[in-house]
């Protein structure tokens, strides 16, 4: 009998991939880490060179049945990242032989007084007038704290600030488009490339938004915060002392479940898979009667 749920083992983005991380996923989490420049745990991945793994070590894809459509990553921006923006699927397809466009969610996990994020353009910007660092003075800033949710659609000129950790749920897509990375230099002295013509082709200047909180509503064994519905993925948080059911996806999908916070477990039937905060599970479609138990907080997230 397959099992209900599989604990992930992830990929991870690292050294010289991602200069702007730092050791909080082992600090915070526990996390084998490669190295202290480790940005990106890829808790639940399906993108080729970078698949997340069972405990067992079977690929993520082979028990899913294939290449899922999203993505979940925790991310430690030790110093601010670049200046990007990612296309939709259309525009992907037409520039990326048919790649998928990006649309990802951000749930701001902790964050140092004073942590920003570049969250859009300021009103009347015209793309076409500006070039490299010049941007800097456009940008739009927003502060966060811990248990903001920010949403970032395909098109939103965005960076994440330094000082943060956030969990990022994405489509499944590596496409991404630089507009700006603030004249650092890579490993070897040269800065790292732009694509300012693609980037502004996938721009959309008059997206701007706020970071939300979600929706909460008391429920029995614990708390259930709504925090986005967007046209490509759910993102649920529950709070729990004691035991709560998990509500299927509104469409029978899959699930991803990483504990945030504390200590817990899945429980289906007379099956647990003990969870602890920053371990994610995969609960394939079609598993019901899931519940959460545990003095502990999860993300949920699904198509």
């Given at each position: 009998m397959k099992p209900f749920a599989y604990k992930m083992t992830p990929a991870y983005r690292h050294a010289q991939e991602t200069p702007w991380g730092g050791d909080a996923l082992r600090t915070l989490y526990g996390k084998a880490i490669p190295d202290a420049l480790t940005g990106e745990a890829l808790e639940a991945s399906t993108l080729p060179g970078l698949e997340s793994h069972t405990q067992d070590g079977a690929p993520l894809s082979e028990i899913a049945g294939g290449r899922l459509p999203l993505l979940l990553k925790l991310i430690d921006a030790r110093e601010r990242l670049s200046v990007q923006v990612h296309p939709d699927d259309a525009l992907a397809a037409q520039l990326?032989?048919?790649?998928?466009?990006?649309?990802?969610?951000?749930?701001?996990?902790?964050?140092k007084p004073g942590a920003k994020l570049v969250y859009g353009l300021l009103p009347g910007t015209d793309l076409a007038a500006l070039t490299g660092e010049t941007i800097e003075a456009a940008l739009r800033y927003v502060p966060v704290a811990a248990g903001d949710v920010v949403h970032i659609?395909?098109?939103?000129?965005?960076?994440?600030?330094?000082?943060?950790?956030?969990?990022?749920i994405q489509q499944?897509?590596?496409?991404?488009?630089?507009?700006?990375?603030w004249g650092k230099l890579g490993a070897d002295g040269k800065p790292r490339p732009l694509h300012w013509d693609k980037a502004c082709l996938a721009a959309k200047p008059a997206l701007a938004g706020t970071p939300v909180r979600g929706v909460q509503t008391a429920v029995p064994g614990g708390v259930h915060t709504q925090c986005l519905r967007t046209?490509?993925?759910?993102?649920?948080?529950?709070?729990?002392?004691?035991?709560r059911p998990l509500p299927l996806?509104?469409?029978?999908?899959?699930?991803?479940?990483?504990?945030?916070?504390?200590?817990?477990?899945l429980r289906h039937g007379q099956e647990t898979l003990p969870l602890r905060a920053g371990e994610t599970a995969f609960v394939p479609e079609g598993v019901g009667s899931l519940f959460l138990q545990g003095t502990c907080e999860a993300a949920v997230a699904t198509p």
């Open positions: 990326e032989n048919g790649k998928t466009g990006k649309e990802e969610a951000w749930l701001i996990l902790h964050a659609p395909a098109g939103m000129v965005h960076a994440i600030g330094e000082g943060i950790v956030l969990y990022e499944s897509s590596d496409v991404t488009y630089r507009f700006w990375d046209p490509h993925f759910a993102l649920d948080k529950f709070l729990c002392a004691g035991a996806s509104d469409c029978g999908a899959f699930r991803f479940i990483t504990l945030l916070s504390g200590t817990g477990a």
